[in-house]
Structure formats: structure tokens, C-alpha cells
């Protein structure tokens, strides 16, 4: 009964917050053994067809479930009108490869502000430390995440928060409307502070900090 109530909690949440998933997920291991121990316990007191046949579809569920909502997912994508469009990644999709990130090797060991799906790669691929933090109790790695994209007030508010060397940007995202500053930037519309950096760069664009025209001195 309580992990009805958990799991009940769990599905409840996920359609305010994807994330509240993690609250059904032990409920669901313990409900499901519970209840493969009670087919395999019946089945093992009439043993009739009809209660094998239950046993093996309930086991079956667990490999079978997961490809399933792929397939559905999949379908429903295609069948949108405007499925054959093409669009470019969104959210920096197209540069979370060591490739792409490979063109900051040219900048000497600094701190870099990216959006949240960069953050990470970032981290992770280069000798670049990190401003982002989409996983992590700091209040400000979540803010930049998405806010300093949002205006040139947010991005300036950024760099006098963090101690940022560099803003970078992916040249082939789609960025939301609601990321004026992002598309600002790869429209070569950077306030005078933000000085782009490396012309050769193909997948990034790089932007270095001009603590000097902020009036930092």
C-alpha cells in the first residue's frame, strides 16, 4: 500500500515535472516484484495454462515495454506535418562532441560561460573550467545555464557574478526565442565587451571578456 502511494506520488508528478519520475522508481521494482511473486506462487498452485501464460507476459512486460514507447514515440514524430522538415540542433546539440569542442584548445586554461548542454562536454573534454552547473546545488551554475542568453543585461549581470573569460555559443543551434543574446552573438551583434575570439573556429563561437570596456578597469 505505501508504495502504491509512492508510485501514485511519482506518476502524479510527472506531469508537472519529468524529473519527479525518480520518486516512482523504487515503487515500481518493489510493485512489480511483488506482483511476480504472487503469479509465480499461483502458478505454482494450480499450474494452469492461464496462469503460466499470465507469469511469462508479466516477465515479458520488462524487456518488451521500453522498445515499444520508442516505437510509439518515433511513429508520432513521423507522422507530424512537418516531420521532413530539417532543423539544426537546439540547445547546442550540435556541438557536445570532442571535435567541436576540440577548437578551444587554442585558448590558454580559462573559465568559460556555455549554455547547460555544453556545460558538461566542456568540463569533460577540454582543460576549460566551467561556469554552468545544470547538476549541482549552486544557485548561480543553474541561473547561467539559460539567463546570460537571455539579454545583454543578463550576460552582463554573468560576468560580474562569475569570473568568465570566455562566452561561447554553437554555430549550428537553434536557439529559442527566448535566447535573444545567443542569437545576437552568432549574428555578430556582441556588445562591445564581448570581443570574438577565434576567427578559425568553425563549430563555436568564441567570444573573450573585455573587462576593460565593462569599466572593470
Not at 26 to 36: D, K, Q, T
Not at 46 to 69: D, K, N, Q, Y
Request: proline share 5%; charged share 15%.
Amino acid at each position: 500500500g505505501q508504495m502504491l502511494v509512492i508510485g501514485g506520488f511519482g506518476l502524479i508528478g510527472t506531469f508537472a515535472q519529468m524529473r519527479m519520475v525518480l520518486l516512482a522508481v523504487p515503487a515500481v521494482a518493489f510493485l512489480a516484484g511483488f506482483l511476480l511473486s504472487h503469479l509465480i506462487m499461483r502458478w505454482k498452485r494450480t499450474g494452469t495454462r492461464a496462469a503460466s501464460l499470465t507469469m511469462i507476459a508479466a516477465m515479458a512486460l520488462v524487456v518488451v515495454v521500453e522498445p515499444l514507447t520508442m516505437v510509439v514515440s518515433r511513429l508520432a514524430q513521423m507522422t507530424r506535418a512537418d516531420a521532413a522538415a530539417v532543423e539544426a540542433p537546439a540547445w547546442d546539440n550540435g556541438c557536445r562532441d570532442a571535435a567541436s569542442l576540440r577548437e578551444l584548445e587554442a585558448l590558454p586554461k580559462a573559465t568559460v560561460l556555455t549554455t547547460s548542454n555544453l556545460s558538461v562536454p566542456l568540463i569533460l573534454l577540454t582543460h576549460h573550467d566551467g561556469v554552468t552547473a545544470p547538476y549541482h546545488r549552486s544557485a548561480t551554475g543553474f541561473w547561467n545555464e539559460f539567463f546570460p542568453f537571455r539579454d545583454a543585461g543578463n550576460m552582463r549581470r554573468a560576468l560580474e557574478t562569475s569570473p568568465i573569460d570566455y562566452v561561447v555559443v554553437c554555430r549550428g543551434s537553434a536557439y529559442g526565442k527566448g535566447l535573444g543574446m545567443a542569437h545576437d552573438l552568432l549574428e555578430g551583434r556582441a556588445p562591445s565587451w564581448l570581443v570574438p575570439a577565434l576567427p578559425e573556429a568553425k563549430a563555436l563561437a568564441v567570444f573573450r571578456v573585455d573587462r576593460a570596456a565593462m569599466g572593470e578597469g
